[in-house]
């Protein structure tokens, strides 16, 4: 049985992950929300003012009063860089599915890897969940390589599974892990 706890402030090697804070949104929007390659390959698209990110993070804030709303804002020396979330958990079957982006000024430097061993072991650890999995557009595979560097499976693809904001049918890469894959995945690759 899942024991909910909410959004934990998380601490990695270089990030600090925590709840977002009423005053987050102008870096939101600065350091992500407005890039339109960071949404690339998203359900959203970019902010068109602050006034958007501002208001999401209100949404968010408002939200932490919950222990089933997992949702954190990924710090960089203090700086809001990027977003990591549970979007979408099924009680009965104890999964989570995950969501991140990033700073474009940051990629490339492992720092979502980071975030998702953080938060994946997070939630297996303190919240109880038997699975997490994730899924990616095919024509974004560094989010796959980061899931797979992450210590996650391949599982397959599932086939015009999404029609994007531009209106193409975009095949979807899932991966996933139990508690007990990920950490064998760690061992090989002695994270
Ligand atoms: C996907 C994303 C989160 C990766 O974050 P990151 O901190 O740069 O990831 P990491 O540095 O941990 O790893 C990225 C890996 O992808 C690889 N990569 C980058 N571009 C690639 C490409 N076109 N094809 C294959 N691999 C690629 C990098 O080389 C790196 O792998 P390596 O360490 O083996 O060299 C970031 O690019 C991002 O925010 N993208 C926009 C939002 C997004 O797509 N979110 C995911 C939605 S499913």
Known sequence: MLK???????????LVLRPYLEGDGDSMYRNW????L???YLTWAPHESPDVSRALVSEWAACYGSDRF???????DGEPVGDISVVRWNEQNEEAELGYCLSRSLWGQGLMTEALRAVSLYLFDQIGFHRIMLRHDRLNPASGRVMQK???????????ALL???????????YGATRA???DCAKEKQL
């Open 164 to 174: 994007t904001r531009e209106g193409r049918w975009a095949d979807l890469c899932v």
């Open 33 to 36: 929300a407005s890039d339109p």
């Open 70 to 76: 997992y949702h954190w804002v990924i710090t960089l």
């Open 4 to 14: 909910h706890r909410g959004t934990d402030t998380l601490k990695t090697e270089r």
């Open 181 to 183: 894959s990920l950490l």
């Open 38 to 40: 960071v949404s690339r």
């Open 150 to 160: 992450a210590g996650f499976l391949y599982e397959g693809c599932l086939r015009e």
